[in-house]
């Protein structure tokens, strides 16, 4: 029989053990226990002494001893659900803990169900040793083998749920996406409707409406680009109709406490709900004009706006934006910001003056912090400023009554004509006074301006515009000096320049003659003239292109034509720079435009030139024929036939004797690489080009260059030029374009010859229509020419080399002569 079993009964379970600190008791908790004492007075009759002898029941129990009882009892715990109390056998009456990991107790009922479930799992050859099973090798086998199946079936039903779980939650996220972007759509379609709704009530009644403005900017804000973009647009639409053409003043507080009347005070409300509108649609402006992506659409309504109403509030604000973008990379914004302020410059009206003034004055302050670094575009808009010249005259003065009245007097007449006179005069005083305030009044309600104010915006637009030319001269200048000779910016190294030269050159009849002499003096060293510092001058010419030394030559004629009365400049040094400028032209570097506007202003404008410098000209002009293009060659050959036209002598270069020109010069040798005209001799010389230059492969060439050799039969005669340097240069230019057009563009059959039209040698309309064989014959011969001087200049230098050789053993063999005796 086994051992007795014996019967613990475990203590009940105390509540958890609370500090008397965190035990906290409301307000309502206190007013129950007042209100319901009668409930409540039996807690007041317990025994409190049995209740803690029964919990600490066990002999002479301390707290280690009662805390050893709770966990035994909970190492005890019956495992049944009805929670009744279970006899443990003492030897099982530890725990047991499964492969699942769950602690569970042994009991006796447990215990023979359990060994009956291994007898009947078990076969018929297990053997049984003190009742532990033993496998066998094979039995462990296919254990192990069902347990690797049920683990890898158990990972495929894993990754099956894992992948069904991400199928749909990806499943999930797209259709989320697809949600939003529909939500999106939809939301840009209301906004976009609406955007339409507040527009065309906006502009039916703009007061009545004037409240869903601020709804307007609030959408064009909360939008994404493409709603950002069209609310910006449609704001300024809007603005563009409804601004007034003067500034709006909001009211004081003095006038905010006045009684209004309702109209007074729905005109407060529109006002001053268009400006605040206004200037934060122009701070969301200012602040995407910054961003990359909406420059463009910013500084479009900024240019509008700035455009339509230059008057209005924070016009400055638009102006300085518009001029800090004139001179920026992009072609597009830059365009727009030069073609704004030329709008402006053009419409004075619209602002009477103000907004050009401020304009000038900024543009100028951006020049001197940018160092004249900036787009030519950024100086070229002054152009199209106009100034009124007859502002510029003195009023004219009254006559002194007083002198009047001693005429008067001194006739002879009497006293009572004299105060009939006085009486008169008096009455033509008042009516004139009436007639002054008349014309104030008209002139205040008309906005129009004083003639004073006139003078006053004129006088500042002229000098900051001449302000910042002469700084451009000035920093060219020292730019030249070796310490500033590496420096250069984004857009040349001279940029403002050319555009600095053509806007003296248009408004140099506007400049006091005060400042005069220091233009020319600039004009002449920046062409490289002579000037009290040689060394300062040739470093500044050097800095400058052909064109631009052209340019300044161009300046100073225009100067001295507009100012003739005034000045007394001897053009000397420019005569000698354009001598020296037309070697020194390169067609596919320098402008061809340029030089013939050069030697139309210098060579051939109602000028008359000394016979040496004439003839130096001529000369000049017949080398430089041969050696570029059609183009080039044209515009000397028609200055060269305007400068034998009015110089009859210097016709005598035409005649081919043997000793040269049959008119005898100071010089008896010419001399083609002299820097002055009148040093070069060439009267000693003759036309020898004409001849060459008539058997040119451009037929206008030719025939301009024949009519020149046959200017000598004509006896003294004066002919008047048909077409200018300037002019010729366009038409071959343009005959040379269309040349190209017209053998590249069109297809042709093989053996085909096309026929090319070119210009009239004397200008005229009429076309001449050449075969292509005639011209082919015409280039190959004059390139055999080129070709065989070439060829003699090369021989020449061979010559000149050997004589040299020659003299310096000739001058060896004399020293070595004079040393031996």
Request: hydrophobic fraction near 35%.
């Amino acid at each position: 029989m086994g051992k007795k079993k014996q019967k613990v009964v475990l203590p009940p379970e105390l509540p958890p053990d609370v500090p008397e600190d965190e035990v906290e008791v409301s307000d309502e908790d206190l007013e129950f226990v007042h209100k319901n004492r009668e409930y409540a007075g039996f807690v007041s009759k317990l025994d409190t002494q049995s209740i803690t002898r029964h919990v600490n029941r066990v002999a002479d129990a301390k707290e280690d001893a009662l805390e050893f009882e709770y966990e035994k009892r909970a190492r005890k715990k019956p495992l049944t659900e009805d929670n009744k109390q279970k006899e443990v056998e003492v030897v099982d009456s530890l725990p047991v803990k499964t492969l699942d990991g769950q602690v569970y107790y042994r009991t006796a009922s447990s215990k023979k169900a359990q060994i009956e479930d291994e007898t009947l799992g078990e076969n018929d050859d297990v053997s049984r040793d003190n009742g532990v099973v033993k496998l066998t090798k094979a039995e462990k086998r296919a254990k192990q083998k069902k347990l690797r199946k049920e683990a890898k079936k158990q990972v495929k039903e894993e990754v099956t749920e894992v992948e069904e779980e991400v199928e749909q939650s990806s499943k999930a996220e797209v259709l989320a996406e697809v949600e939003k972007d529909l939500t999106a759509e939809e939301s840009n379609e209301k906004k976009k409707l609406r955007l339409a709704e507040i527009g065309t009530s906006m502009l039916e009644d703009p007061e009545g409406n004037i409240k869903h403005l601020r709804e307007m900017f609030k959408i064009c804000k909360e939008g994404d680009r493409y709603i950002l973009e069209l609310g910006l647009k449609s704001l300024l639409a809007v603005f563009k109709d409804i601004i007034p053409g003067n500034r709006i003043r909001l009211p004081t507080d003095k006038e905010l406490a006045m009684v209004v009347s309702k109209d007074v005070k729905k005109t407060r409300f529109y006002e001053s709900t268009l400006l605040s509108v206004y200037k934060l649609y122009l701070q969301k402006l200012m602040s995407l004009e910054k961003v990359f992506g909406f420059k463009r659409v910013a500084i479009r309504c900024i240019c509008t706006l700035l455009d339509a109403n230059p008057r209005f509030n924070y016009c400055d604000t638009l102006l300085k934006a518009v001029i800090k973008n004139i001179s920026c990379t992009d072609d597009v914004i830059r365009k727009r910001c030069c073609d704004t302020l030329k709008s402006l410059f053009t419409n004075e009206g619209k602002h009477g003056g103000e907004a050009t003034v401020e304009a000038v004055k900024l543009i100028a302050g951006l020049v001197k912090d940018n160092d004249c670094q900036l787009h030519p575009d950024s100086i070229e808009v002054f152009m199209s400023l106009t100034f009124d010249e007859d502002l510029r005259k003195p009023e004219p003065s009254k006559q002194d009554t007083k002198k009047i009245k001693k005429k008067f007097y001194k006739t002879g007449r009497r006293n009572m004509e004299i105060k009939q006179d006085d009486k008169k005069k008096s009455k033509q005083e008042e009516l004139s006074k009436t007639r002054e305030e008349v014309k104030a009044d008209y002139m205040s309600a008309a906005f129009a301006q004083d003639l004073n104010e006139k003078r006053k915006i004129q006088s500042d637009t002229l000098s900051s515009v001449f302000e910042i030319y002469f700084r451009i001269l000035k920093h060219t200048m020292h730019s030249g000096s070796e310490e500033n000779e590496s420096i250069t910016g984004p857009f040349g190294k001279h940029p403002l320049l050319a555009p600095c030269l053509n806007g003296v050159g248009k408004f140099s009849h506007l400049i006091d003659m005060d400042y005069m002499a220091d233009l020319m003096k600039y004009l002449r060293k920046l062409a490289g003239g002579s000037d009290d510092v040689k060394n300062a001058s040739d470093s500044v010419s050097s800095s400058l292109t052909v064109t631009e030394r052209l340019r300044c030559c161009i300046v100073a004629f225009k100067v001295m034509k507009n100012n003739l009365d005034a000045l007394n400049v001897d053009l000397q040094d420019f005569f000698i720079q354009l001598y020296n400028l037309i070697l020194e032209y390169r067609p596919g570097r320098d402008q061809g435009e340029v030089l013939a506007e050069a030697l139309k202003i210098m060579l051939c404008d109602d000028r008359q030139h000394d016979m040496q410098r004439a003839a130096a000209f001529i000369k000049r002009l017949a080398s430089f024929s041969l050696c570029f293009g059609a183009a080039e060659s044209m515009a000397a050959l028609v200055t060269l036939k305007h400068l034998l036209q009015k110089n009859v002598k210097c016709r005598d270069l035409l005649e081919n004797d043997s000793g040269g020109g049959s008119l005898s010069g100071s010089i008896a040798k010419y001399q083609p690489y002299a820097s002055d005209p009148n040093l070069s001799g060439a009267f000693a010389t003759v036309l020898w080009e004409l001849t060459v230059l008539s058997k040119h492969y451009h037929p206008s060439v030719s025939t301009m260059a024949s009519g020149i050799s046959n200017m000598a039969n004509a006896n003294n005669q004066v002919y008047l030029a048909n077409v200018s340097p300037q002019q010729a240069f366009i038409d071959m230019s343009l005959d040379k374009e269309n040349i190209s057009v017209k053998t590249t563009g069109g297809k042709r059959k093989k053996g085909s010859r096309p026929t090319v039209r070119l210009a009239a040698a004397d200008g005229d309309d009429k076309a001449a229509v050449v075969d292509e064989n005639v011209v082919r014959s015409k280039l190959s011969e004059h390139f055999m020419l080129v070709n065989e001087m070439e060829e003699n200049e090369r021989l020449r230098r061979e010559l000149d080399r050997a004589k040299l050789k020659v003299q310096l053993y000739k001058q060896y063999k004399k020293q070595k002569k004079r040393r031996t005796m």
